[in-house]
Structures are given as structure tokens and as C-alpha cells.
């Protein structure tokens, strides 16, 4: 299973979306299955409404779990932290919604005001 952890600026695009997706996908070389978030980012309607152009899941993954995949994240962001209590908001998500045993595949992407993280459950590669 791969997921794609989403963070934003707030009033981001669905066509920015979709794009920072398309290159993340590229880049890595993987299909992506799903999208998650952060309960902070929630009300993005970008967000969701990619997921649904994409006949993906959104899924905005419990604080809980969030909170304790932050300590798992490669990227060490400060401006994250600040907003949203990790260092890394779409590394945080990704690693929380595929759960214990997952990892990301590499450091999350910048592309223009989206970071893409993607994390495998560790059934693929």
C-alpha cells in the first residue's frame, strides 16, 4: 500500500494538487493509492477534492497518531513544527495512516506550496 502524506499552504489549488501528486508518483516511481492528512489540514477542500478526482481515499488520520508518527519523519522542518506540532506535517500523515511498520520511501517533496511524502506499509516497494 503507498500513500501520499499532503501538507499545504491554506487555499491551495486542486490543479496544484494533482500536479505535486503527478510528480511525486514520477519521481518515485510508484502508484499511490491513497491520500492523508493531518487533522490541521482537514477543511482543505483541495485536498479532498483531488482525492475524489483521482478515485482515491482521503484520509485525515486521528491527532493521536499523527502526534506519535512525528517522532518517525526524516525531514526536520521548524515552520512545521510551528504550525503543526511536527517537523514534518505530510511525513507525519503518511507514516500515520499506514500505521505501525510503514516507512517513507525518502524525505518529502516541495513542489511550489505543497509537501508530498510517500510511505509504503512495507508490502511494496
Do not use: W, Y
Not at 491513497?34 to 485536498?47: G, S, V
Request: aromatic residues 2%; proline residues 4%.
Amino acid at each position: 500500500m503507498i500513500v501520499a502524506g499532503i501538507g499545504c499552504r491554506k487555499g491551495v489549488s486542486v490543479e496544484a494538487v494533482m500536479a505535486a501528486l503527478d510528480e511525486a508518483a514520477r519521481q518515485h516511481k510508484v502508484n499511490i493509492d491513497f491520500i492523508a492528512t493531518a487533522p490541521l489540514k482537514a477543511d482543505e477542500p483541495a485536498l479532498l477534492e483531488a482525492a475524489t478526482l483521482r478515485n482515491m481515499a482521503f484520509v485525515v488520520v486521528a491527532q493521536a497518531d499523527f502526534e506519535q508518527a512525528a517522532s518517525h519523519t526524516l525531514t526536520r522542518s521548524a515552520v512545521s513544527e510551528a504550525h503543526s506540532g511536527s517537523p514534518s506535517l505530510s511525513e507525519a500523515s503518511a507514516l500515520a495512516a499506514l500505521g505501525p511498520g510503514s516507512r517513507l520511501i525518502a524525505p518529502r517533496m516541495v513542489i511550489n506550496e505543497i509537501t508530498v511524502a510517500i510511505a509504503t506499509s512495507g508490502d511494496q516497494e
